[in-house]
């Protein structure tokens, strides 16, 4: 299964990656973003969609489940109770609260209406986002 790589000694922090994400879901606010660590340099922070996701396994309603068949961590926000347990629960610090009210959680959903795959990986201008085989 595909998942996004992404090597830090490329980023430059241009933000191209959370651009394209707005912009690929026209949406007031992005699924992802750059911090800057410890050390001063450019941090991109994105959904892993992780084997054993924390974020689905404390969610009580069903909302954020995982796919079996591409193994993507997805949120289903009609089954949303706004509790904030995933967020909470997340040990990447990746999913967050939709400040501007279109959903209730932002996280990344690899871009699945997209036919050339995520935005991020498309646009940026480093080459620092990628696709890449994961283990499972």
């Known amino acids: 299964m595909k998942r996004i790589a992404i090597d830090r000694t490329k980023c430059i922090g241009c933000l191209t990656c959370v651009s394209a994400c707005i912009v690929s879901h026209d949406a007031p606010d992005s699924r992802n973003r750059v911090v ?3 050390l001063n340099k450019a ?10 996701p924390e974020c689905v396994y404390t969610c009580m309603t069903g909302a954020m489940s995982r796919d079996g068949a591409t193994g993507f961590s997805t949120h289903n926000p009609g089954k949303c109770a706004k509790c904030c347990m995933c967020i909470m629960a997340c040990p990447y610090g990746v999913l967050k609260q939709d400040r501007m009210g279109g959903e209730l959680i932002m996280k990344c959903d690899m871009c699945l209406k997209r036919i050339n795959g995520p935005a991020c990986v498309e646009k940026c201008p480093m080459g620092a986002i990628a696709l890449a085989e994961a283990e499972e």
Do not use: T
């Open 43 to 52: 941090a991109p922070v994105f959904c892993r969609h992780c084997s054993r």
């Open 36 to 38: 800057i660590d410890s």
